[in-house]
């Protein structure tokens, strides 16, 4: 009897929502997959170059539900790989930009497990590039900072740091938390009309965008209704997408976003 060889792990970025978004080498790792564990963000039309004969399993979770909990997430793999596989891990986004892919990776690493990273289009700058809303740009940000909204209070997030020293801000898993957040920034200095953006589903065809300031978004997210995914930006870039935002003149793209600005006049930067 000839002991199984062991497989190998892919950890795969999936991109932002759109499903050419995919990198080449994340499209070439799917048709060759034995197993494709997926998250839930991640567009299920990247299933298509999937081999029918491959396992599909979703493991993922988004704010508010769950499939499984990470250290079963995490053994999944490991097992496949165990098992001889060819195994994807097909994440939203990139895999390392907040999406729980570096401990996935310490996991293979701790079981011996050989794997590569993919990296992915983060919707850190794909979602804002949809809404016409370039995080950095010669005359109005230097800089520019990925946040996390799950830890709006605590000492975790150094929202005052951050809103004194950086121009653009992407708060990513913000939008239950945006009074909290939006509130630690007036606290901190921030200026109540420093212009914010929510984008939600973006980079797909329902994208819904809405544009506001720190002081008014937060009444402008519940008018409108924002559900996740949902990105902010906070910063004077912002003010860009009345010039820039381009994907809701794409036919096939529905209107939520242009009448999202036009509802924004009411408090916010008119658009
Ligand atoms: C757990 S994080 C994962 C981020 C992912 N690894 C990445 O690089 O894009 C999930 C958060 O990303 C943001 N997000 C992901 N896809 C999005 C989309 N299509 N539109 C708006 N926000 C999105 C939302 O803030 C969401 O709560």
Known sequence: MTATSIGKVYLIGAGPGDPELITLKGKRCLE??????????????????????AEIV??????????????????MPIGRAREGKCVVRLKGGDP????????????????GIPFEI?????????VPAYAGIPVTHRSHAASVAFVTGHKAVGGEVKWGELARATDTLIILMGLQNIRAIMGRLLEEGCEPDRPVALI???????????????ATICEIAEQRRFRS????????????????????????VEMTTRRN????????VSI
């Open 32 to 53: 060759a997959a034995d197993v494709v564990l997926y998250d839930e963000l991640v567009n299920r039309e990247l299933l298509d170059f999937v081999s029918a004969n």
């Open 58 to 75: 979703c493991v993922g979770k988004i704010a508010g539900g769950c499939a499984g909990n990470q250290r079963a997430i995490e053994a």
């Open 96 to 111: 390392f930009v907040f999406g729980r892919g570096g401990e996935e990776a310490q996991a293979l690493s701790a079981a």
């Open 118 to 126: 993919v990296p992915g289009v983060s919707s850190a700058i794909a």
């Open 200 to 214: 939600e589903s973006g980079t797909l065809p329902h994208q819904k965008t809405a544009i506001g300031t720190v």
């Open 229 to 252: 995914p949902t990105l902010i930006v906070v910063g004077e870039v912002v003010n860009l997408a009345r010039e820039l935002a381009w994907f809701e003149r794409l036919p096939g």
């Open 261 to 268: 600005y036009e509802a924004e006049s009411l408090g916010g």
